[in-house]
Nanobody, 115 residues
Framework: QVQLVESGGGLVQPGGSLRLSCAASGFTFSHYAMRWYRQAPGLEREFVASISPTGGSTNYADSVKGRFTISRDNAKNTVYLQMNNLKPEDTAVYYC????????WGQGTQVTVSS
């Protein structure tokens, strides 16, 4: 019943910005931390960012710190990832994740950073 649906990916030039969204359903969204992961072609899935249930605490991978911002709107059951100053190495499929008695994953949204 838990569902996570990512959106907002696309093609952007280096230095550009994208805002990803993850719409959640099937659980009490405001009670759970949310996370973003990504997986680049040929590489393992890696952690990107996390946010506490009420949004008061966040954590970022060193590779994105200072460029990406995770946020959430509990009234909309949505978590966001604002990505600024994108680099080619940010190219990946970005996945939304929630631990709700077990790990749940969305299908992912493709982000491609290229000239």
């Amino acid at each position: 019943q838990v569902q996570l649906v990512e959106s907002g990916g696309g093609l952007v030039q280096p230095g550009g910005s994208l805002r990803l969204s993850c719409a959640a359903s099937g659980f009490t969204f405001s009670h759970y931390a949310m996370r973003w992961y990504r997986q680049a072609p040929g590489l393992e899935r890696e952690f990107v960012a996390s946010i506490s249930p009420t949004g008061g605490s966040t954590n970022y991978a060193d590779s994105v710190k200072g460029r990406f911002t995770i946020s959430r709107d509990n009234a909309k059951n949505t978590v966001y990832l604002q990505m600024n100053n994108l680099k080619p190495e940010d190219t990946a499929v970005y996945y939304c994740n929630a631990w709700v008695r077990d790990d749940y994953w969305g299908q992912g949204t493709q982000v491609t950073v290229s000239s």
